[in-house]
């Protein structure tokens, strides 16, 4: 099983162009790795995610289908999650080491740094590029 992809089952909601809006129906279709798992065994919500149709495939309102979803970017994840964090806590160590700050307070601002970063990050989430891709790759055949 490949890390970075994760298949879904669904019945599609809406299609407009090359993009299709699917619900997703798979309750026990291979759920324990999946992200959103936890969603979807709540009967009161199942997510109907925003797709891309595969090249060449022609589907319709009410057709099930097989959703595939792909890991984009892991490593630009990674560094706003991990990395630019670690680096605001290094500069706000080295900040209150050059002002010769006592080290509860050098702590405080290297916390500090990286509240900022969290805020920052928190008000443009909206720029920021969305993880996974979701595509139709197929009909499910029952």
């Given amino acids: 099983m490949i890390i970075s992809e994760t298949v879904k089952s669904g019945v599609v909601v809406r299609t407009e162009e090359n993009d299709a809006w699917v619900k997703i129906t798979c309750a026990s279709d291979g759920c324990d790795g999946c992200r959103i798992s936890s969603l979807c ?5 199942t997510p109907t995610l925003h797709t891309s149709i595969a090249h060449g495939l022609k589907i319709k ?3 099930k289908v097989i959703v595939t ?8 994840g990674w560094v706003l999650m991990a990395g630019l964090p670690m680096a605001a806590i ?3 160590l080295i900040f209150g080491s050059l002002l010769e700050l006592k080290d509860g307070l050098t702590g405080t601002i290297a ?6 970063y969290y ?7 909206k720029r ?3 993880n996974v891709e979701w595509v139709v790759e197929s009909l499910k055949t029952d």
């Fill in 41 to 45: 065994s709540q009967p009161s919500y």
């Fill in 61 to 63: 309102a009410g057709d």
């Fill in 69 to 76: 979803g792909r890991v984009k970017n892991w490593l630009k």
């Fill in 90 to 92: 290094l500069v706000g």
């Fill in 111 to 116: 916390l500090g740094f990286v509240i900022v």
């Fill in 119 to 125: 805020l920052m990050l928190w008000i443009f989430r």
């Fill in 128 to 130: 920021i590029d969305r």
